[in-house]
């Protein structure tokens, strides 16, 4: 179990604390919302969805949360602008807790980011992501909003070592707080399997050994794309879930503090996959320190034993 020398930040993200030592705090889970494909979904351009099945959804999340004591974000995407502000507007009446918001489209960002400072919903936001295809109109914007909250993409193309990623990661943090951003989380970027999967794993360790800041991946787009899984007799949904939670359990065993694990309908596998490793965790790290005479805070997980 990894043990790190350097200090850990711990960050407050609309009530969620993510960050520290391997162990001191529960790994959290963002799940997806509204995009393309998930069978909620009516209308992208509109924003229209099965509000019942979305409840739904919300409803298993937050049993799971009670459950295992691993905290909870929605990652909500919006194709539009106008889709973004329906999604965000439902989203801040029917749940509670902290949202990611992200877009393939520049001007739904920005739609977010105007909604969020409108409604003064600042402190519930976080902004996905601070990279390095982010045009000048929408960082002002964003430096204007009174957002503080972002992910930081420590990803470019030309970044296929790890002192290249962590170089962009310097980059994109030095932007990020160019914009005000007071609390990041450090994305190195999760490639699909066969085009770079695996390095973002080894700058997870880096990231905590070298800078001590809070980090997310986003495990479920290596098997995205995997050409194994799409064979005849494995292209079924058990085998891509069983892609997926383990992919991220090797993410939270690698020192993750917070985990984008695609859409809401794996909610009760990843939960309770990424519970039973929390166990592991916990057992090892408690043994660790009690070696090294270190006295730290722990997370106990329930274990229904």
């Not at 919006?78 to 877009?103: C, D, K, Q, Y």
């Not at 957002?147 to 930081?152: H, K």
């Not at 994109?172 to 999760?190: Q, S």
């Not at 997310?216 to 949904?237: M, T, V, Y």
Request: proline share 5%.
């Amino acid at each position: 179990m990894f043990i790190f020398k350097k200090e850990q930040q711990t960050y407050d993200f609309g009530g969620v604390k993510i960050g520290g030592h391997p162990g001191q705090n529960p790994t959290v889970l963002i799940g997806g919302l509204f995009f393309k494909g998930q069978p909620i979904v009516k209308d992208t351009k509109e924003g229209t969805f099965d509000k019942s099945l979305a409840l739904d959804w919300i409803d298993i999340a937050m049993d799971m949360v009670e459950k295992t004591g691993h905290p909870f974000i929605i990652q909500a995407f919006g194709r539009t602008p106008a889709a973004m502000e329906n999604h965000l507007a439902w989203l801040s009446e029917n749940f509670s807790g902290p949202i990611m918001f992200e877009s393939t489209n520049a001007d739904a960002r920005v739609r977010a980011i105007e909604y969020s400072h409108e409604t003064g919903l600042q402190e519930r936001m976080i902004y996905n992501s601070i990279n390095l295809s982010m045009k000048d109109d929408e960082k002002q914007v964003l430096k204007d909003s009174g957002l503080n909250m972002a992910v930081v993409l420590g990803w470019s193309p030309r970044a296929t070592s790890l002192q290249d990623r962590m170089k962009t990661v310097g980059d994109m943090l030095e932007t990020a707080r160019d914009l005000a951003m007071e609390k990041v989380l450090i994305d190195p970027a999760t490639m699909p399997v066969g085009a770079g999967y695996g390095l973002e794993l080894r700058t997870m360790i880096a990231i905590k050994s070298e800078l001590g800041l809070p980090t997310c991946l986003a495990p479920h787009n290596a098997p995205s794309a995997w050409r194994f899984i799409k064979q005849p007799g494995l292209d079924d949904e058990s085998t891509h879930m069983a892609t997926v939670v383990a992919s991220t359990v090797a993410a939270q065993l690698f020192a993750t503090d917070s985990i984008m694990y695609g859409s809401m309908i794996r909610t009760k596998e990843v939960f309770a996959a990424v519970a039973l490793i929390s166990n592991a965790i916990a057992a090892a790290v408690a043994e660790a320190i009690n070696v090294l005479g270190i006295e730290r805070p722990l997370f106990i997980p329930p274990t229904f034993e």
